[in-house]
T-cell receptor, first 114, second 114 residues
Framework: AQSVAQPEDQVNVAEGNPLTVKCTYS??????LFWYVQYPNRGLQFLLKYITGDNLVKGSYGFEAEFNKSQTSFHLKKPSALVSDSALYFCAVRVNTGGFKTIFGAGTRLFVKA | GAGVSQSPSNKVTEKGKDVELRCDPISGHTALYWYRQSLGQGLEFLIY????????KSGLPSDRFSAERTGGSVSTLTIQRTQQEDSAVYLCASSLGLGSETQYFGPGTRLLVL
């Protein structure tokens, strides 16, 4: 069965420090991988995606993610966190195995302290 | 508007009543998705449409849930005989196509079943 795991419910970092939000997946076939962010009382916004090619993907707001096929991971990173990055982050995977169902992780809440 | 819109934004209903939730996708987007987000939970896939057809209905929680899409545009998610466990935020997303295309989310409909 396809699945996405975000092992941390919450991540706390200080402003200016690097941040990492972890994501691992289990799928059969080649995955399309996505990160979305949900700010309080707002809808989900697309951050970045990996389809093929360069394993390092750069996205919105200075975020980037690295696709690691051997570790089946797609961790979200940012070199220097901002207080405004505090939000709920979702990792998602989509595989064409007779359909295009998208599986989302449970989400990781990021708190950036000033 | 340019984004995905959903109505109503909030819905309070009594147990046993039927509700209809509406989604207007971005113009030109052929794929449309419905998700459910319960309090403190991740996104649960419900159903997706490619055009007017729904190839994968496996995510619908029960036969009380149904969805349709007409004219390749607006979609309606119907919940019959609502139960308290149906209380959640129902999110709609659309994309240009399936596969690697980015999904753009609406603001959601917050459903409360009393």
């Amino acid at each position: 069965a396809q699945s996405v795991a975000q092992p941390e419910d919450q991540v706390n970092v200080a402003e200016g420090n690097p941040l990492t939000v972890k994501c691992t997946y289990s799928v059969s076939g080649n995955p399309y991988l996505f990160w979305y962010v949900q700010y309080p009382n707002r809808g989900l916004q697309f951050l970045l995606k990996y389809i093929t090619g360069d394993n390092l993907v750069k996205g919105s707001y200075g975020f980037e993610a690295e696709f690691n096929k051997s570790q089946t991971s797609f961790h979200l990173k940012k070199p220097s966190a901002l207080v405004s990055d505090s939000a709920l982050y979702f990792c998602a995977v989509r595989v064409n195995t007779g359909g295009f169902k998208t599986i989302f992780g449970a989400g990781t809440r990021l708190f950036v302290k000033a | 508007g340019a984004g995905v819109s959903q109505s109503p934004s909030n819905k309070v209903t009594e147990k046993g009543k039927d509700v209809e939730l509406r989604c207007d996708p971005i113009s030109g987007h052929t794929a449309l998705y419905w998700y459910r987000q319960s309090l403190g939970q991740g996104l649960e896939f419900l159903i997706y449409f490619q055009g007017n057809s729904a190839p994968d209905k496996s995510g619908l929680p029960s036969d009380r849930f149904s969805a349709e899409r007409t004219g390749g545009s607006v979609s309606t998610l119907t919940i019959q005989r609502t139960q308290q466990e149906d209380s959640a935020v129902y999110l709609c997303a659309s994309s240009l196509g399936l596969g690697s295309e980015t999904q753009y989310f609406g603001p959601g409909t917050r459903l409360l079943v009393l």
